[in-house]
């Protein structure tokens, strides 16, 4: 007997290992797939922010394609960085597998970023940086483009006569304000004929802009061209500029859009928004999450673009996506 | 090198038929349960592909017939709009109506536009937009978007320039009423003059979207697969990632789509096999439903796994049973190999009991039967060494028989008293010669010669002892003296006729020993004319073996003449009071 008991054995326990191993693996498979779950902190959850809600609609297209489970957090103010921080908090303990972060704060997300760290999530920044260079990407606007795309329109219809042009932006603005001027200005700078006066900031809401800008044109009547540094100085600049129907004479470049703005666009009061792209924010949030969680070298900065819409274009498809996104289709 | 190809080799060298056995059927097993559940597997994930295709087909058709009753409603709705009197004169060119009397024309249409808009959820509004640029719409007051230019909108411009055929849009945003932005698809038509020839303005419905991407987003297509509707200038109407693809985040094959007649394609572009199903509408959309090919099959794991562990399991089994097959049929065989190693031991008791009826079973009775005569002839070879031995010994005895030694030399002695010198010296001598030829060699055979100078001493002392009383004749031929025969073997019969048979009779006996040839063999007889033999003594010297001292019993010489062979031995023949012959058969030795 060459073939004895124990090889005879051992094949058929091979077999039943074998099975067992397939079925267990098949079916832990089946019954059981890997779920990733991902805490996603925007800045507000608040159903009134447009730009936040179209975010949070890229997350949700992005999550239902990528089969991931999200979770959408928020506070109602924009500016609310301490709630933030305790909904990461409170995140953390659940231990999602990566964390989506539009940080209301420059500084004091360090050590919330350290605790997402240590709970060996990803975490994503998007809209807004946080100083820490270990995020696994940081998704946003780059907005010294969007500045720059904003002066070529200024600057593009211009007929070669110099012209004057002033910036108004919020006192306690954003530091994306600063890089749209930035921008903007980089590109002024390089036009001889454009005199650049400088930036004029109000106080934060729509009126104080409409009274800054009623002021400025009368310190500078020959005003040829307004920057607006984001959707309120826009709104303001143009119910100045409507009121004296300057519209021909003083081109208005706006940021973000709004109904408003979009009217204003349509009478002809504003010549142009730059917009960013909040659903591709949202979206292109959660991919690279899938993508960094499965190992996927990821884009460390990713810009995401900006549109310069105006009257003519704004009905484009990609444009009216852009500036429609919310209406239930 | 050559070490590891015998190596190798040695491996397919089985030692046992078991191990050859059940490894080929393995092999044998293991390759056609590979071979049937490969081919089944693909023959029931294309039948299973085939139905889902089939299936996909008749969703999508399905998805066209509502998508076409739906749009078909509402032209007939449109229809129901545009044959209206009211609406026909009021934008007619030729009916004149005063500044006064448009109201109640207006409120007459506005409210049939309504009446259908309550009935319908999902129409966004009815407009007419004539071109003496006279406007109603669905709501009592409507303040138009100064800033929207309705002539350059597609909608608009398409209806104007198809003269009469509906159009329809691509979803959009509709601007045209102040402050309302809201995503349509826009049915659009030129309003004809009574005669039908000139056009007299154009006819709006705005539909919501909902209907469409319900029809369409309930479509069960699969975990990944969708259904997607283009008008006919490749615009999206429908397609669940149309932000997606409105934001250059992701890409459909659209141009590709657009070129494809109805039917459908297989695609593997930007990832994922992939079919695409087209079905064409009458008003120029087309309707595709995308299903991944991995997906059709959508427990394609669940297939593969059962076929994966039943044959697994078929495997097991299978092995097993050629492991049982094998050892059925190696089982005998080794029992028997077994058997005969024991047999090779020199245990002859061994029995094979195998009793099957085949080829093995006979093999085995085959082998029964061959150790039986084995053991029979081995007891026999035993049997006669043992004989051989004992007659050896009783060969020695005789050879020295002291009875016959005491009784001749107190003949002698007898003699040299009454000084009958000749007859001691005959008699000595005659002593002397019968020793040597009973010394002769220690072979078992002697030639018949040296036999026969035995019996003559023996006779010449016997009748020396008994006087006139015992005579003798020997008459051999002389052809057979050269032969050789077993040692001793006329001595016993003779003695026995002297002492059962002339010395119990009165007068003088004779004694006749004659030998000749006879064909292959020699024949001896020895006769005697003494008081013969009843039956039942005939019967007591053939039975007196070695029981008498007085030397070899008849019956051992019969016996050792017969282990020359069966067809040799000793015949009796006896009348009483007439004498005995006794004819011994021997064969012939050099």
Redesign the interface.
Known sequence: ???RKPV?LA??LI??I??FA??GI??F??TNPKETRITIVLKTNHVHSEFWQTVS??VQ?AAK?F?VIIDIKGPLSEMDSDEQIRMIDEAIAQKPDAFILAAADYSKFAPSAEKIRESGAKLILIDSPIPINWADSFLATDHVEAGKKAGISLAGHGNGESFKVVAIGDRNGTAAEEEREAGFRQVLSDLPEVEYVGVYYFEGTEDTAYERVKKLLTLYPDIQGIIALNEKATLGAAKAIKEKKWAQKIKIIGFDSS?YV??LL???IIHATVVQ?P??MG??SIETAVKALNGVKVNPRVDLGSNVIT?DNM?T??N??????L??? | MRQGRNVGFDLFK???I??SI??AFSCLILFSIAITSVISYFLSANAVEENSEHYIKEIIQQVNVNIQSYITNMEHIGMLALTNKDVKYYFSDTGFISEAARRPYEKRISDLFQSILISRKDIASIMVFGYNGRFVSDRRITSL????RIEEQPWYKNAKKEGGKSIISS???Q?IIQ?E???VVSLSQELKSLDGMTGEGIFLVDLN??VI?EICSRINMG?KGYVFIIDKDG?IVYHP????I????KTELIDKVKNETSGSFMTDEGGGKRIYTIQETHFGWRIVGVAHTGELISNR??IR?SY??WS??A??IA??LS?FISRRLSQPI?LLQGKMKQVEKGDFDIRSEIDSQNEIGQLGRAFNIMVGRIKDLMNQIIQNEEFKRKSEWQLLQSQINPHFLYNTLDSIIWMAERKKHEEVVLMTSSLAKLFRAIIYKNNETVPVRVELEHITNYLLIQKMRYKDKLDFQIDVDPSILDYQIPKIILQPIVENAIYHGIKKKLESGTVKITGMEQGENIVFVVSDDGIGMDSEKLRQVLMLTHTSNKGIGVSNVNERIKLLGREYGLTFKSEQWEGTEVTIVLPKFI
């Open positions: 007997m060459t073939i005879l094949v058929f077999i039943v074998g099975f397939v079925y098949e079916a498979r089946l609609t890229g297209a394609e089969g109904i979009i009217k349509e009478e002809g792209k659903f591709n979206y292109l009257s009905y498809k990609e009216q996506e852009l500036l429609f996104p209406v239930e289709k | 089985f030692k046992s078991q191990s059940s490894v978007n100064p800033n929207a979803p959009h945003v601007n402050n932005y809201r995503w979207l909902s991407n975990n615009n990632q149309q932000k997606l409105n934001s250059n985040l794991y669940q796994l994966i562990l697994l399991l495997l097991a092995l097993h492991f080794k």
